[in-house]
């Protein structure tokens, strides 16, 4: 996979969900937040990159975010 950017989007929950974007795909990895019954992790990868819009949830798959409060875009 050529990575072609890094998308970070941090949630309500503060968990920070971390995305590598490349030409076959994106990868995904959900970072806890730093507070207590927060500390499982998760990762995947997906075929389209998931719709990723301040305000709105983030739907990866079947999990369902809290809606993100900041986005940064870090290119590769």
Known sequence: MIMNSVVLARTASGSTYVFSIGDDGVHWRRLPADRPGAAWSASGWEAQVPRIVTGERLLIGNLRT???TRVS???A
């Open 73 to 75: 875009i870090l290119p």
């Open 66 to 68: 809290t809606p993100v």
